[in-house]
T-cell receptor, first 113, second 112 residues
Framework: NAGVTQTPKFQVLKTGQSMTLQCAQD?????MSWYRQDPGMGLRLIHY???????DQGEVPNGYNVSRSTTEDFPLRLLSAAPSQTSVYFC????????????FGDGTRLSIL | EDQVTQSPEALRLQEGESSSLNCSYT??????LFWYRQDPGKGPEFLFT???AGEEKEKERLKATLTKKESFLHITAPKPEDSATYLC?????????????FGKGTTLSVSS
């Protein structure tokens, strides 16, 4: 009963490095999203997808790319890491957009030095 | 502008001391209101969905209610294991760039 799986759980990067945060779900959900959670800021939407091949930007998309080639996977790419991207990143999935509860992974804790 | 405000930011209770958490919202076309529990180092865990004013949901010591402007999470006779951060989120009408809008949460501490 895996649900939403995120890897890695922890990562330290140097400024300018790139990396991909992985997210996979086994619930056959069409809708997937990426959030970042910062102290005092709450959860903020980075990118989302309503199905394979369809993605769109959220509130804070700059510096991040996404793609959705399969229903199960929704990776988040940091193009050139900056200290401002130090955060906890959560992936979530749901059956519907905005009217169904999203199910979250346990997050990736990312530090940019 | 769609937004969610939760109060208080932090709440300390004694075991057995009932209380309520508030979630006030303004949203264009509410498609759902959601309550989550988040433990340290974990992702938010879904608790309840409410869709219309007057609706109520219960689970163990928790009861969620909804009006047209706010939702309450009532905690009856809490136990130390209820300590967590409780998040409220609303689903606005679907348009480009939208997803669930989260409040900043209420951190609940229950001591024995």
């Amino acid at each position: 009963n895996a649900g939403v799986t995120q890897t890695p759980k922890f990562q330290v990067l140097k400024t300018g490095q790139s990396m991909t945060l992985q997210c996979a779900q086994d619930m056959n959900h069409e809708y997937m999203s990426w959030y970042r959670q910062d102290p005092g800021m709450g959860l903020r939407l980075i990118h989302y997808s309503v199905g394979a091949g369809i993605t769109d930007q959220g509130e804070v998309p700059n510096g991040y790319n996404v793609s959705r080639s399969t229903t199960e996977d929704f990776p988040l790419r940091l193009l050139s890491a900056a200290p401002s991207q130090t955060s906890v990143y959560f992936c979530a999935s749901s059956y519907g957009q905005n009217n169904q509860p999203q199910h979250f992974g346990d997050g990736t804790r990312l530090s940019i030095l | 502008e769609d937004q969610v405000t939760q109060s208080p930011e932090a709440l300390r209770l004694q075991e057995g001391e009932s209380s309520s958490l508030n979630c006030s919202y303004t949203v264009s076309g509410l498609r759902g209101l959601f309550w989550y529990r988040q433990d340290p180092g974990k992702g938010p865990e879904f608790l309840f969905t409410l869709y219309s004013a007057g609706e109520e949901k219960e689970k163990e010591r928790l009861k969620a209610t909804l009006t047209k402007k706010e939702s309450f999470l009532h905690i009856t006779a809490p136990k130390p294991e209820d300590s967590a951060t409780y998040l409220c989120a609303v689903g606005p009408k679907i348009q480009a760039g939208t997803a669930l809008i989260f409040g900043k949460g209420t951190t609940l501490s229950v001591s024995s």
